[in-house]
């Protein structure tokens, strides 16, 4: 059975779910097209995992409605399950199966063609080859982590939910993993993935930041950063923690971040840091310099934004 | 809605899966060999049966030698002991009814004259069969007595009397439980009861297990089916739970001397009905529990009343009847039923079909509520 073809992977309109009176995902409205890498920004308890179960069936929206690889999001969560590959936030196969038993298994769940072979496929493929009988439960999180994803795209879906895959992995490990995600999207897999990591933000074709349970800013991590309008400047030299806290003290300064020699500040109104940096720059050892914010800047400010904008 | 009905193949999978699993978690696969067997053998030799010295009393309305003989007689059988020698009938019937003894043996006052006559006197013999499998090795070695232990008092008073003849008639009353449970009761009780706990509680962990370890969500982003994911895990189980059945029957072969009066096909037709009935009820446990503990609760929960209510304890028809009621909910009363009617009674299934329905009904209302609660999202 082939999904519909539809241009977009992901196309979701207005979806709200509550736990409680706890309103937690608020008129999520997600296109992600396929080939895409889109990526899922927010601090935690945002509902960016609420959101990603919706979207695969495993949690029913409240309202809203959309597709999935052009099935409906509420009515044909079972064909949705069967396309999509969902990676768990926290290691979610069974630590009591080896390796093979384990992919095994999912393979069988998902009724793959030719399933020894695409197991031993998937085994080689992890360079597990020799540790297919190892117990799962006593594989590193970097090794639990590529499991799982070879588990999850062992019946080669069409569109990849990825919550949070890369948490608690070392930088080696994440880059081959953006690679092959890369690699994925290159033959037409939309991949939805949520990261805390700014890096991995840049890596995706296109953003989306939640803050509780609200989408503040979507588009390319350029968009996002140019629609946040901030200004920034940079600043190296000695006695920065004592000008730090000056600048905290100034208008017009929303973040004062420091970066081993170098400090960071932002604000949005031009005008009001300029000043705010003429009139702390007395000392002239150091140097001061305008640069472009950072993705993590605007995040923040995002943050701050929609916690003082807040109703209370 | 290609492709969206029930696929053996996944099925299959889930099986296997379980399969593994049981065999990697040592400790459980060791509870449900060492179980039966430890159960079987705590209860068949620590539950005696056959218990002695029971407190008697004798009325004597008639001393004399032959009842002095007689009721030396009855003491050397060691089932009896006599604690008691009640002037009036009022007098016996309040030790019987206080439970200060387990009979009551009346000799009545023509008790030497009838005997002397070559009539057989009647000899009352009253039990209290609240528990009846402390009665009925004693009431026969009362019998068995009665046709010996005068012959050689009599031998010359009597000479000419034939042999065979009883000497003495003995009437036996139970009383308090006119149907008298029969004395093999340890064997289907300990069948039911270890079938009921250890299939029960199995199973409810198995659900929620998957939802505390977090594989649930695994599980939930598949398209397996509720069906294929209840029945694929109780599959496994059902088969661990012949294996502790056979076990129980060979320990009740060789260690008991249990009969097998019936067929053993429809004894294990029986036991597999009863097994798949529990084990459709521990994944009902683990659909509605949250967590292993909530569901350990509910197994226990089921199991007291099935303990109590069942006849394994305590006499079914001793029970007011809103407990029989109660009781006939549930399948282990049933099935101890079934399993006495085979093994003991050599029953067949036409005759037995009454208490097979009610199980049966037990495990298709049991798989509804389990289906109707399974959670097919994590809502």
């Avoid at chain 1, 009515?75 to 390796?99: A, C, H, N, P």
């Avoid at chain 2, 179980?35 to 068949?44: D, S, T």
């Avoid at chain 2, 056959?50 to 059988?77: H, K, W, Y």
């Avoid at chain 2, 009551?104 to 528990?131: S, Y």
Wanted: with cysteine.
């Amino acid at each position: 059975m082939n999904a519909p073809e539809s241009a977009a992977a992901i196309d979701v309109h207005g979806l709200n779910k509550h736990f409680g009176d706890k309103h937690v995902v608020r008129d999520l409205t997600l296109q992600v097209r396929r080939g895409e890498i889109y990526g899922f920004l927010g601090p935690n308890g945002s509902g960016k995992t609420t959101s990603i179960r919706m979207l695969c069936g495993l949690l029913t929206p409240d309202n809203g409605s959309g597709t999935c690889l052009g099935f409906d999001v509420i009515r044909e969560t079972y064909e949705i399950k069967r396309e999509v590959g969902y990676m768990t936030q926290r290691f979610s196969l069974w630590e009591d199966l080896t390796i093979r038993e384990n992919l095994d298994f999912v393979a069988r769940m998902y009724g793959v063609a030719a399933r020894a072979r695409a197991v031993r496929d998937a085994i080689d493929a992890l360079g597990l080859g020799d540790r297919r009988d190892q117990l799962a439960g006593q594989l590193s999180g970097g090794w639990k982590q590529r499991l799982s994803l070879a588990a999850c795209m062992l019946h080669r879906p069409q569109l990849l939910l990825l919550d949070e895959p890369t948490a608690g992995v070392d930088p080696k490990a994440r880059r081959d993993f953006w690679d092959q995600i890369h690699g994925l999207a290159g033959q037409g897999i939309a991949v939805l993935v949520s990261t805390h990591y700014m890096d991995e933000a840049e890596r995706c074709h296109r953003l989306a930041y939640m803050f509780e349970g609200r989408l503040l800013a979507t588009g390319t991590a350029a968009e996002v950063v140019a629609s946040a309008c901030l200004v920034a400047w940079a600043v190296n030299g000695p006695d920065l923690a004592a000008l730090a806290a000056a600048l905290r003290a100034r208008p017009g300064v929303l973040q004062v971040t420091q970066f081993g020699g170098t400090l960071h500040v932002a604000g949005r109104d031009a005008a009001l840091l300029e000043a705010a940096v003429q009139a702390s720059s007395a000392d002239p050892r150091q140097r001061w310099q305008r640069i472009e914010p950072g993705l993590e800047d605007v995040f923040i400010d995002l943050m701050q934004n929609a916690a003082n904008g807040r109703p209370s | 809605m290609n492709g969206n009905g029930v696929s053996l193949s996944r099925w299959i999978g889930i099986l296997v899966k379980e399969f593994i699993q049981l065999k990697r978690d040592r400790l459980t696969f060791g509870m449900i060999v060492g179980i039966p067997v430890l159960q079987l053998i705590l209860f068949g030799y620590a539950i005696n049966t056959d218990p002695r010295n029971l407190p008697t009393a004798v009325r004597d309305a008639d001393p004399g030698i032959f009842t002095r003989s007689f009721v030396a007689a009855l003491e050397n059988t060691g089932y009896f002991r006599i604690v008691s020698r009640p002037a009036t009938e009022a007098e016996a019937d309040g030790l019987l009814a206080r439970g200060d003894v387990q009979f009551v043996v009346t000799i009545p006052a023509d008790f030497t004259r009838r005997l002397m006559r070559g009539e057989a006197p009647e000899l009352l013999v009253e039990a209290d069969a609240t528990d009846p499998t402390a009665v009925s090795n004693a009431v026969s070695a009362v019998q068995k007595i009665a046709l010996t232990a005068l012959s050689r008092d009599l031998a010359g008073v009597r000479a000419r009397t034939p042999t065979p003849t009883p000497t003495v008639d003995v009437r036996v009353h139970r009383r308090y439980n006119p149907e008298g449970v029969t004395a093999y009761n340890i064997v289907p009780g300990v069948l039911g009861t270890i079938l009921t706990m250890t299939m029960v509680l199995m199973t409810g962990l198995a659900m929620t297990r998957e939802r505390e370890r977090g594989t649930f969500e695994n599980l939930l982003s598949t398209p397996a089916l509720p069906i294929e994911v209840m029945t694929g895990k109780i599959v496994p189980y059902i088969m661990i739970g012949l294996l502790q059945v056979t076990l129980i029957l060979l320990a009740a072969r060789w260690l008991f001397h249990v009969p097998m009066e019936g067929n053993l096909a429809v004894l294990y037709a029986i036991m597999l009905l009863f097994i798949a009935a529990n084990l459709a009820l521990g994944i009902t446990f683990s659909s509605l529990a949250r967590n292993q503990l909530q569901s350990m609760q509910m197994t226990f929960f089921f199991f007291l009343p099935s303990i109590l209510l069942s006849g394994f304890m305590f006499p079914f028809r001793g029970m007011p009847e809103w407990a029989q009621t109660l009781g006939n909910l549930l399948p282990l009363t049933h099935f101890l039923v079934l399993v006495r009617g085979v093994m003991l009674k050599g029953s067949a299934l036409p005759e037995l079909w009454v208490h097979v329905w009610p199980i049966a009904a037990f495990m298709v209302a049991v798989i509804a509520i389990g289906l109707r609660f399974y959670r097919r999202t994590l809502d």
